[in-house]
Structure formats: C-alpha cells, structure tokens
C-alpha cells in the first residue's frame, strides 16, 4: 500500500489511519512519523532473480545485471524518506517534474 502522508503533519510524533477496502475495514492504527526514514526503493531484476535498488545510470537506464552500474559513474537512486523539502504540492496532488523540490537537509 503506499500512502501519502500530508505536509500538515510535519511535526507530529503519530497519526491516526485507518484503511477501509470496500466493506473491510481494519482498526484505528496509531502510525509513527519521523522527520527523517530513508529508504531506498526496489524492483525485482527478473534477470538475476533477485531484488535490486532502484537505479538509474548517466543516460537514465535502469542499472541491474544486463546494466550494471560503473565505478566512477553516477548513478541516481529512487528513494524517499529525505525530510522536508523546499516545494509542497497541495495535499494529495502528485508532486511535479517542475519545480523538482529539493531536500532543505542534504544528505551525506
């Protein structure tokens, strides 16, 4: 399931959620926030059969066994989790390519 948490609850410790599919619904759950939980996205590599991180090489291609990524190149990582940022979208709506918001802390 993936969730967007609004930028109103930008320092709150929890918030409460409760996910209802059709007529099912689970109890009220208590969901800890942080200004801060990295994490680094994954697609299975269907070639090696294995999960990998989710990377782009300099020419924005997927890096994996057919692609490795090079010793010296760059790569982007697909990641969130990185804190506030400088642009917030309205709640809700998607964020977009332009103007590609930027961490207010940057990572080391």
Request: avoid cysteine; charge should be positive.
């Given at each position: 399931?993936?969730?967007?948490?609004?930028?109103?609850?930008?320092?709150?410790?929890?918030?409460?959620?409760?996910?209802?599919?059709?007529k099912?619904?689970?109890e009220?759950?208590?969901?800890?926030?942080?200004?801060?939980?990295?994490?680094?996205?994954?697609?299975?590599?269907?070639?090696?059969h294995?999960?990998?991180?989710?990377?782009?090489?300099?020419?924005?291609?997927?890096?994996?066994?057919?692609?490795?990524?090079?010793?010296?190149?760059?790569?982007?990582?697909i990641l969130?989790?990185?804190?506030?940022?400088?642009?917030t979208?309205?709640t809700?709506?998607?964020?977009?390519?332009?103007?590609l918001?930027?961490?207010?802390?940057?990572?080391?």
């Open positions: 399931m993936n969730v967007q948490v609004p930028w109103e609850l930008r320092g709150q410790t929890s918030a409460l959620v409760k996910v209802s599919i059709g099912i619904s689970i009220v759950y208590t969901l800890p926030l942080a200004e801060y939980s990295p994490g680094i996205f994954e697609y299975i590599d269907r070639t090696a294995r999960k990998s991180a989710a990377a782009l090489d300099e020419n924005n291609r997927v890096t994996g066994s057919l692609n490795p990524a090079r010793r010296g190149r760059p790569i982007q990582l969130n989790g990185l804190g506030p940022v400088d642009y979208p309205e809700g709506e998607p964020t977009p390519l332009s103007p918001p930027r961490t207010l802390t940057v990572p080391k």
